[in-house]
Each structure stands twice: as structure tokens, then as C-alpha cells.
């Protein structure tokens, strides 16, 4: 019986890889690069050439493992068809038929950030949890969903795209997935710039965030030094947020909110301004939803492939 | 073997029930008065009572019926565990275990509107689909979400709650469940009105709706007439629905909608305002996403109640 699985998760820069015992202990985790020119063409063949070297290192053989649970940055319906990845150059594909072809190993593909959460729900801050969100808090706003232990894909492999749920018109200018006032827009290392910008053109006090190079980073740390326009910035952030878990607190019912990513460095300070808003608004037995910082880091995603493989062959521990 | 199944739908009124075969045929349907005085402590026995009365007449004893599937107007754990059930006077009560007693026939419990979305989407305008979100839009607004073919019930049983998911502070009156700005403020028959009341006090033109009796009926026939003021209400109340259900598309990503309940009455036209404003900010997968009415009406529950015993069994046809 094999014994081994493979978690990968492909991202922009970097294909992120892991090998774990079916007990759910990772032997060993490394990166290559990703290729993404000429329509990502090589971004497959790479990774069935790094999993080929990794296995003669450990002296595997086919049978020895269970399969490859790859996450793909884009839409990815529930029978794992990748419908699109814009940011490795992916249209269409058939990403687990190419790859189990390559290899010789069976393949299941999920959404990136569905498999990071169950990767939390499994390993990680949502250990226990039958039904959690996690917000990953980077330049863009990616969310994953678990629902009764598995992942929400939906009908079009859009479940979980809480980034680009409908927020507000009044900005003019559109979001990368075409449409106008996604969340994304105002909650994400961009978009607190953006408010930022937004605030500094109305303000009239001097502020250290009148610069040329403002970024997410720097208005955290004017945050944590209390400066006053910082603080009015990251309350606006953390009410677009508070009010969208609100919301989808009233149709998801979470028994967690797990928050990820580099923005989620600014840590507790800001969890707890969100959760301030998130209180005010949530349905009466929702108020009290934790909220968490995730622990997994950039691990969360070769975890969740793992467990997706795990969970597939109904092997390895709950 | 057991041959039969109740379907039983637990309302303000009255208690709605079906008799099923376990091929899905409804045999018969009737329905008895709820009697919610002392704490709603009648119901249980009532429910019982009348089942019992219907087996007589069918000849039927206790293992010829495999279960009695109950919706409750409230929050319901996955578990079947009542939370509470404010409009028949309910708090936390042990539904499953006391009807149990009562008939000795095993019995499962849930949201009535996650049943009535669980019925269509097996016989009725979802059938097929996997993967669904069902509105009532009644006098308060309702949601049902079926994922993977099961209802979502959440952490806390709210799953679903798509009344309370917050919207709008600039009302100041609270919702009945405490918050201020529910969807349902604006979205229900309840929500036209106030709209109503909004717009007429702006307004200035004369308009058949200036009136003390106004209803939703009223606005929504002024609205065929093409009454000025009429329109613009309706397209302010299909602004709320459209948006809220583009952020719902990001979340759950279904397949169909489906509309329900007295209001959905206004048909077509006012699925066309609504589909409007949702392509205009739903995500691009989901922008063709189609929005039909429900089939089953008031028989909604009823049939969800059967699948929930049919599928707790494994039996029965998909």
C-alpha cells in the first residue's frame, strides 16, 4: 500500500513542494522555480521532473505514493478542472491529466486558497473545525472555504473568490477581474493603499505617510505608533472587512475565521479592529466567531494538497 | 423494509405534512393549526397526534415508516439541535428526541428554509443541481443553500441567514434580530414598504401609491403599470437583492437561484431588475448563473423534509 503523498502548490514565482508520510508528517518541503513563458507551458513538466528526483532521493517507487494534491492560483471546479489561471499564464487545462501523465501518479487539483484553508483545517489554526473561512491578506484578497470538512469549489470553481464580492462603486477604477468595487479593491496590501491615498487627499494635518513609496508595511508601523491619520486609514480597512465577514458570517456560519497572508503580520492589533466592526454587525450566534491568525504560513498549501490526497483514498488520520 | 416517510414543515400558522413513498410520490398532504400558546408545548404532541391518526388510515405501522424529517422556523445545528425557534415560542429544545418519544419513529430536524431549498432542488426548479441558493421572499426574507446536494447549516445553525447578513446602516430601526441594517430591512415585503415610505417622502410627483394601506402587492401592481415612483422603488429593492446576491455568487458560487415566497409572485419582470444588477457585479463565471422561480410553493418543505429521511436512510432516487 503507498505510503507517501505529494502537496504542491503552484504560485506566480515560486512551485512550492512537500513530501508527507500518510500519517500526515512532512519529511521534506522545497521550491522551484515557475516558469510561466510560453502560456506556462514548462510549469508541468518541472514539477513531474522535480517529484521524479525527489522520489529516487528517498528511493520511492510509483506504488509507494498515493498522489499528487496540487493547488493551481485560479478557478478550479469541484471535479478539479482548472476552467483559468491568469497569473501562470493558464487558460483552460487539464491539469491533473497532463501531470498523471507525466508522473505516472494519480493527481487531484483544488483552488490554491481552498487548499490552503483545508491545509489550516487540518494542521494548522482551524484544527477541529468542520466549517471555516480563511482570508489570506496579501496584495490581492484570496479566500477559501470549508464546509462539513471539505472544500466549497461551486458550480464554476468560483467558490470562495470573497476578494472579488461586491463592496462598493464609488472608486473608478476597475478591479483585475473586470468588474468595479470588489473587496479586493479596498482590503489587500493595494487596497489599504488606496484608501490611504484616498484619506491623504481629504486630510489636512502632516502625517509620515505623505510619501512617494507608501505601502502597506509603512502604514501599519505609522499605525502602531498611533499616527492619527494611520489609524483613521486601518479602521476604513477593517470596516470594509469587518462588514464583509458580517456577511458572509449570515450565509457561511464559520466556526472560525482564519486570517493569512503578509498583511495579516500586522497581526492581533488589527484582528482586533476588525472584530470590533465584525461584532456589531454579525448575526445574533455568530458574534462570537474566533478569529484567528493562521499558523501553517506558506506551508498551508502543500498541507491542504496532502490532506485533499488523504482525504481521497480515505487514508491517514482525521 | 420501511416504505414510508413524513414530511413535515413547522410554520407560524400552521404545521404543514406530507406522507412520501419512498419514491419520492406525495401520497397525501394536509395540514394542522399551530398551536403556540405556553411556550408552543402543544405542537409536539399535536404533530404526533396527527401522524398517528394518518397511519391508521393508511394502514401503516411504525417500520413501515423509515422517519419523520421536521422543518422548524429557526436555527438548527447540522446536528438537528434547535437552537431556538422565536416565532413559535421554541428556545433550545430537543425537537428529534421529544417527537421521537412521542411516536417512536426516528426523526431529523432543520432549518425550514434549508429544507424548502433541499425539496426544490430534488423535485422542484433546482432538480439537478448540486449546488444551489434558494431566496423566500416573504414578509421577512428566508435563504436555503444546498452544497455538494446537502444543506449548509453552519457552526451555529445559521447557515443560510441570508435575511440578517448586513447591508445598509442608514436606517434607524433595528431588524428583529437586534442588528441594524439586515438585508431584510430592505429585502422582504416588510423592506418594499419602508422603501415605499422613503421614496414617497423624497418624491414630489403625484403617485397612486401615496396611500395608508400600502403593500407590497400594491407596489408591485403600480409597478406593472408603469407607475414612475413604483419603478423606481422596485429597481432600489432589486439594486439590494442584485448586490447582495453577486456577493453571495463570490462565496458559494451556484449553479441556479431560485426564488420563493409570497413576493417572488411579482414573477419575471422582477427577476429581470434583479439578474440587472447582479450580472453588473457578480463574478465573471458567475455572471451567467440563471434565476428561476421556485415550482413547489408552500410544498417545498414538505418535500425536503422526505429527501432529509430518504437520504439519511440511502435510499430513494436521487
Same mark, same amino acid.
Given at each position: ?33 515557475? %516558469? ?54 493558464? #487558460?483552460?487545462?487539464?491539469?491533473? #491529466? ?57 458550480? @464554476? ?6 476578494? @472579488? ?9 476597475? /478591479?483585475? /477581474? #473586470?468588474?468595479?468595487? /470588489? =473587496? ?12 490611504? %491615498? ?63 497572508? #503578509? ?17 456589531? @454587525?454579525?448575526?445574533?450566534? /455568530? ?8 499558523? =501553517? ?22
Amino acid at each position: 500500500m503507498a505510503k507517501y503523498v505529494f502537496g504542491i502548490d503552484v504560485g506566480g514565482t515560486t512551485v512550492k513542494c512537500g513530501l508527507f508520510s500518510q500519517n500526515g508528517r512532512l519529511e521534506e518541503k522545497w521550491e522551484i522555480h515557475t %516558469r510561466i513563458g510560453n502560456e506556462g507551458e514548462k510549469i508541468l513538466p518541472d514539477i513531474a521532473d522535480t517529484i521524479q528526483k525527489k522520489m529516487e532521493k528517498f528511493d520511492l517507487k510509483k506504488e509507494d505514493v498515493a498522489g499528487l494534491g496540487v493547488g493551481i492560483p485560479g478557478d478550479v471546479k469541484a471535479n478539479g478542472e482548472v476552467m483559468a489561471a491568469v497569473n501562470i499564464h493558464w #487558460g483552460r487545462k487539464d491539469v491533473a #491529466g497532463e501531470l498523471q501523465k507525466l508522473t505516472g501518479i494519480p493527481v487531484k487539483t483544488a483552488k490554491d486558497a481552498n487548499l490552503a484553508a483545508l491545509g489550516e483545517s487540518w494542521k494548522g489554526a482551524g484544527k477541529g473545525a468542520e466549517h471555516l473561512v480563511m482570508i489570506t491578506l496579501g496584495t490581492g484578497l484570496g479566500g477559501g472555504i470549508i464546509i462539513d470538512g471539505k472544500m466549497l469549489a461551486g458550480g @464554476h470553481g468560483a467558490g470562495g473568490e470573497i476578494g @472579488h464580492a461586491y463592496t462598493d462603486s464609488r472608486i473608478n477604477q476597475a /478591479c483585475n /477581474c #473586470g468588474n468595479i468595487g /470588489c =473587496l479586493e479593491q479596498f482590503v489587500s496590501a493595494t487596497g489599504l493603499v488606496n484608501l490611504a %491615498r484616498e484619506e491623504l487627499a481629504a486630510g489636512e494635518e502632516s502625517t509620515g505617510l505623505d510619501r512617494e513609496d507608501l505601502s502597506a508595511k509603512i502604514i501599519f508601523d505609522a499605525y502602531k505608533e498611533k499616527d492619527a491619520a494611520a489609524v483613521r486609514i486601518v479602521k476604513k480597512f477593517s470596516m470594509y472587512l469587518g462588514n464583509a465577514l458580517a456577511f458572509i458570517s449570515c450565509i457561511l456560519d464559520p466556526e472560525i475565521i482564519i486570517f493569512g497572508g #503578509g498583511v495579516s503580520k500586522a497581526g492581533e492589533a488589527l484582528l482586533k479592529e476588525i472584530s470590533e466592526i465584525y461584532r456589531e @454587525h454579525a448575526y445574533k450566534v /455568530c458574534k462570537d466567531t474566533p478569529f484567528v491568525l493562521a499558523k =501553517l504560513g506558506n506551508d498551508a498549501g502543500i498541507y491542504g494538497g496532502a490532506k485533499l490526497i488523504l482525504d481521497s483514498m480515505g487514508i491517514g488520520e482525521k
